[in-house]
């Protein structure tokens, strides 16, 4: 049996079939071959990052850890009663100056002759140190003509800071 009566075209021969085969082998083996190993260098990558990932959250944690906790701050309004001691206390100490409560938490230190300029200056010293539990803002000053016959104008708002102790947190 001839067998090349099987095979009209001469392209389809068994010896040009294992021919092609082979060449097809080399070809594919090197393709194969380059897929393989760049599917190993992403998998070492992968598990590289990982790792430095990994790592990285533990330095984190320990991080967290290691952070003290803070106390927190909490600011209240002045009332009006604690201003109007102050008051008085600072009117004994600085009689040409007047002192007022503005509002509800509102201070004013004010004076209308020019020549107490230092007086008045330091009265709004001692109202900043008067007691370390107040915190006071300037909410509005004036020097020159301010107000009807003042001269000199300070409206001061109070807070009283105080700290409460910490409180631990969950972390993640």
Known sequence: MNLNSFFPLKSLSPKMVVKAVQAFDRAMTVV??????????????AIYTLTL??????????????EPTLPKIVR????????????????????????????????????????????????????DTIAPEFHWSLHDLCVGQCNANEIMHAS?????????????????
Not at 156 to 166: D, M, Q, R, T, Y
């Open 76 to 127: 209240k309004v002045v009332s009006a009663h604690e201003t109007q001691a102050m008051i008085e206390r600072l009117q004994t100490h600085y009689p040409d100056i007047r002192f007022a409560l503005e509002g509800e938490q509102n201070l004013v230190v004010s004076a209308i002759d020019g020549s107490r300029f230092h007086e008045w200056l330091a009265a709004l010293s001692y109202v």
């Open 53 to 66: 990932s990994v790592s990285a959250r533990r330095v984190s944690d320990t991080a967290l850890t290691a």
């Open 32 to 45: 194969v071959g380059v897929c393989w190993g760049a599917a190993i260098l992403m998998v070492v990558f």
């Open 156 to 172: 001061l708002v109070g807070e009283n800071i105080s700290f409460e102790a910490p409180q631990s947190e969950a972390k993640n």
